[in-house]
């Protein structure tokens, strides 16, 4: 079988995935060393490029929109099912397990960042140990959203987790490598298999530009 190499993720996509591995490390370190300025930064910061992923995953490079890669929830179950049998990698997305994998944690880390806005740490509500928008609504919703923040976290750390095993699980189980293409963007596939359309890095500014301005309006004028 003939095998070619080609590019399947550009580069705004592997920038997100990065950038946000060390935005929620930050995120976590910060919050358990109650270094609130760089936790609600780097929050801010989560919120954005997750905003950011959301519109790319409408208006984006083909192999990025939910509308290519998003499968039925048979199609992710019959794709675990393959697992344990070695075949040849054909995928320039996130397989169908994969597709809903992605969802899981955008849905979780909206979550996390969102209720965050709002969450307070201790009792007697002083400014620099809240969320900035903790102050807007009463005590009841921001200790209810502070709730919701823990709780996310739990989920976020295990979904986190699970996705780390499946890569490892890929590779070692299945020989297929998922770490190094969304590093370099490129894969080696079949030579059949064709390439997907990528969308331009000024459209992908733009969204970046749209999803930031996004955050502050809503922080600043909330």
Known sequence: MEISRIRIWDRPVRLFHWSLILLVATSYASGKGGAWTLHYASGY????LVLFRILWGFFGSENARFAHFLKSPVAALRQLA?????DVDRETSHNPAGGWMVVALLALLFAQAFSGLFANHDPGFSYSQHGPLALKVDEATSESLSALHLAVQRYLLLAIALHVLAIMAYKLVKG??????????????????RAPRLASG???????ILAGASVFVF????
Not at 45 to 48: D, K, M, S
Not at 82 to 86: G, W, Y
Not at 202 to 208: I, P, V
Not at 219 to 222: D, Q, V
């Open 45 to 48: 910061a989560i919120l954005t």
């Open 82 to 86: 393959r697992l344990t049998k070695r």
């Open 176 to 193: 297929h490598e998922l770490v190094m293409p969304m590093l370099t963007g490129e894969k080696l596939v079949p030579t059949a298999v």
């Open 219 to 222: 922080i600043r004028f909330f």
């Open 202 to 208: 000024r459209l992908a500014l733009g969204l970046f």
